[in-house]
């Protein structure tokens, strides 16, 4: 089993809508829960990180932690053109010993 | 103020060649990491090191795979000898504070032919 699960999609939606990316996990050890935008051909960027549990938001993204259900979510409200990317989950241990990504789910937003 | 710097960004070779990846950090940024990027495994940490020394290489494949970091500004990734399979794209990350907000370079796109 894989320490962290994505759908990788491919996921299209209509500008404007809201948008829902998701990961699950497995080792009840990770503390840290980021999610990383990748544009074709570049390196992945930091978009936002969460410790423990709970919600965080930053304009039009809001992502979300339930360590019960051992599962984040990465809102993106009224999505525009330019959020067409993959977005990575990736999850940590308090000391960062352990750091996995998930495989990314790409997302279309068609104008 | 520069990013993480890769280079080569493109590399075709074939196989039981020597390849060798280069990554300038971000200046002051005191960790480095090598990931591996392909469509099956997603992105996989190779290896990371803290000022200038290696702290986890589990990652690392296989021991065709090495990596070095001579000093804060440089460090390499080579693989002797390269097999089809190692083809990928390879990143190069690094951080200041915390590990988690880790800056990427472009990445080199290896094909081993």
């Known amino acids: 089993q894989k320490e962290v699960e994505q759908d990788p999609g491919p996921l299209s939606v209509p500008e404007g809508a809201i948008v829902s990316l998701n990961c699950t996990y497995s080792n009840s050890a990770f503390q840290y829960f980021m999610w990383y935008r990748q544009y074709s051909r570049k390196g992945p960027e930091l978009l936002m990180y969460t410790y423990s549990s709970g919600n965080k938001e930053d304009g039009r993204f809001t992502a979300q932690v339930d360590k019960s259900s051992k599962y984040i979510s990465l809102f993106i409200r009224d999505s525009q053109p330019s959020d067409s990317a993959t977005y990575l989950c990736a999850m940590a241990t308090n000391t960062g010993n352990q750091f996995y990504f998930g495989t990314g789910t790409s997302l279309t937003v068609i104008p | 103020d520069a990013g993480v710097i890769q280079s080569p960004r493109h590399e075709v070779t074939e196989m039981g060649q020597e390849v060798t990846l280069r990554c300038k950090p971000i200046s002051g940024h005191n960790s480095l990491f090598w990931y591996r990027q392909t469509m099956m495994r997603g992105l996989e940490l190779l290896i990371y090191f803290n000022n200038n020394v290696p702290i986890d290489d589990s990652g690392m494949p296989e021991d065709r795979f090495s990596a070095k970091m001579p000093n804060a500004s440089f460090s390499t990734l080579k693989i002797q000898p390269s097999e089809p399979r190692d083809s990928a794209v390879y990143f190069c990350?690094?951080?200041?504070?915390?590990?988690?907000?880790?800056?990427f370079g472009p990445g080199t796109r290896l094909t081993v032919t």
């Open positions: 990350a690094s951080s200041l504070r915390h590990f988690y907000e880790q800056y």
